[in-house]
T-cell receptor, first 115, second 115 residues
Framework: SAVISQKPSRDICQRGTSLTIQCQVD?????MFWYRQQPGQSLTLIAT?????????ESGFVIDKFPISRPNLTFSTLTVSNMSPEDSSIYLC????????????FGQGTRLTVV | AQSVTQPDIHITVSEGASLELRCNYS??????LFWYVQSPGQGLQLLLK??????LVQGIKGFEAEFKRSQSSFNLRKPSVHWSDAAEYFC?????????????FGPGTSLSVIP
């Protein structure tokens, strides 16, 4: 299993500003995944972050809007840039640990409100 | 690309009644399937997973799911629902079973339980 800590747990931000969300895992993992959960919606994968290389973004998400850092095997950040009210969501960090038969573990999420 | 559908957006059942939540997936290879539950204001919790072997999978909280390859389905069942089961349920599929493989979520089914 994995224990994932996210900071901040929630924030209210002004439109046009940026917020950086931190994700810390209690063990070394190869991949870290960032998801967005818009109000009343399911989880949508934003990107996959591999240590030492640029993140891989899903269709509809771009690096300029959601830059990601992955400086080591236990930590990652996601920045939501130039925010608008449409960015109000829960952002979740996830990892799959172990070699085989792994499920996805999630942090508690960051609840972002843009006003 | 893999995808997941959950035909029922919302289901209401009486406490003590049986429950079945439907899930259909689209994936060209062997799917790795999960059911997660998200209670209001809470994080995601894994109920059960299927990777291979017996197609009837037992999970936590009295839930089970049956994998049917011919129908591309992975329906979740519970024989007797408790009021505490009211939550959002997500079916998900993994491209693979390793820590490198992303997990894609279905749109979710909201479960309400009436006394």
């Amino acid at each position: 299993s994995a224990v994932i800590s996210q900071k901040p747990s929630r924030d209210i931000c002004q439109r046009g500003t940026s917020l950086t969300i931190q994700c810390q895992v209690d063990s070394q993992v190869t991949m870290m995944f960032w998801y967005r959960q818009q109000p009343g919606q399911s989880l949508t994968l934003i990107a996959t972050a591999n240590q030492g290389s640029e993140a891989t973004y899903e269709s509809g998400f771009v690096i300029d809007k959601f830059p990601i850092s992955r400086p080591n095997l236990t930590f990652s950040t996601l920045t939501v840039s130039n925010m608008s009210p449409e960015d109000s969501s829960i952002y979740l960090c996830s990892v799959r640990t172990g070699q085989l038969n792994t499920e996805a573990f999630f942090g508690q999420g960051t609840r972002l409100t843009v006003v | 690309a893999q995808s997941v559908t959950q035909p029922d957006i919302h289901i209401t059942v009486s406490e003590g009644a049986s429950l079945e939540l439907r899930c259909n997936y689209s994936y060209g290879a062997t799917p790795y399937l999960f059911w997660y539950v998200q209670s209001p204001g809470q994080g995601l919790q894994l109920l059960l997973k299927y990777f291979s072997g017996d197609t009837l999978v037992q999970g936590i909280k009295g839930f089970e799911a049956e994998f049917k390859r011919s129908q591309s389905s992975f329906n979740l069942r519970k024989p007797s629902v408790h009021w505490s089961d009211a939550a959002e349920y997500f079916c998900a599929v993994g491209r693979g079973k390793t820590s490198y493989d992303k997990v894609i979520f279905g749109p979710g089914t909201s479960l309400s339980v009436i006394p």
